[in-house]
């Protein structure tokens, strides 16, 4: 079946530091890719639709020049998490889709632990 | 506007006991898909069934089984004998293929041995 795979899965690092997290489709061309985050004991929330070759769109209340999103290919995402900040800590999760009503295919998660 | 509603927050059972996670949702859509997801600590998302609006037929696999009820937006969840290894956050979600997908808010299943 369809596998999206998510680096790293654990980042732990110091306030300020810039965090960038991988998601790959790794057998399907993935036209759209979704980036959500999840604090504890709340459900996943949408931050951006990223499209590939084109800018991300993000959700209400997200900082598009915080959480920097790059499509660059079909098969690639990249989620980065620029001067994170402790509340920026959280369960970020992606998932992929292949095209029109193509289920979307989840990565694992990268849980983020900023000191 | 799309929305998913998972009434039950958290549910304790005892092992064995059968228990029924509730999920409503909300589209005006004709075409959707609705979705269930295990959660365990973890974190993954493991995913358990997927179903096409047009499809009302009743899922069973294994222990587990899914009522879908279009008359009232209703894709209840329900495990049989219940064990330990059950004891996870379970997420409703909907997906109309025009965006990201809904979840649901999620029930907390804690299942007792």
């Known amino acids: 079946g369809a596998v999206v795979s998510q680096h790293p899965s654990r980042v732990i690092c110091k306030s300020g530091t810039s965090v960038k997290i991988e998601c790959r489709s790794l057998?399907?061309?993935?036209?759209?890719m979704f980036w959500y985050r999840q604090f504890p004991k709340q459900s996943l929330m949408l931050m951006a639709t990223?499209?590939?070759?084109?800018?991300?769109?993000?959700e209400q209340g997200v900082e598009k020049d915080k959480f920097l999103i790059n499509h660059a290919s079909l098969t690639l995402s990249t989620l980065t998490v620029t001067s994170a900040h402790p509340e920026d800590s959280s369960f970020y999760i992606c998932?992929?889709?292949?095209?029109?009503?193509?289920?979307?295919?989840f990565g694992d998660g990268t849980r983020l632990s900023i000191l | 506007a799309q929305k998913v509603t998972q009434a039950q927050t958290e549910i304790s059972v005892v092992e064995k006991e059968d228990v029924t996670l509730d999920c409503v949702y909300e589209?005006?859509?004709?075409?959707?898909?609705l979705f269930w997801y295990k959660q365990p600590p973890s974190g993954e998302l493991v995913f358990l069934i997927r179903?096409?609006?047009?499809?009302?037929q009743n899922e069973i696999s294994g222990r587990y089984s899914w009522n879908f009820q279009k008359s009232t937006s209703s894709f209840n969840f329900t495990i049989t004998a219940s064990q330990v290894v059950d004891s996870a956050v379970y997420f409703c979600?909907?997906?109309?293929?025009?965006?990201?997908?809904?979840f649901g808010s999620g029930t907390r299943l804690q299942v007792q041995p």
């Open positions: 998932s992929a889709r292949q095209g029109g009503t193509q289920p979307q295919h």
């Open positions: 057998d399907f061309q993935a036209t759209t």
């Open positions: 990223s499209n590939e070759g084109s800018k991300a769109t993000y």
């Open positions: 589209t005006r859509d004709t075409t959707y898909y």
């Open positions: 179903r096409n609006s047009f499809d009302e």
């Open positions: 979600a909907l997906d109309t293929g025009r965006r990201a997908l809904t």
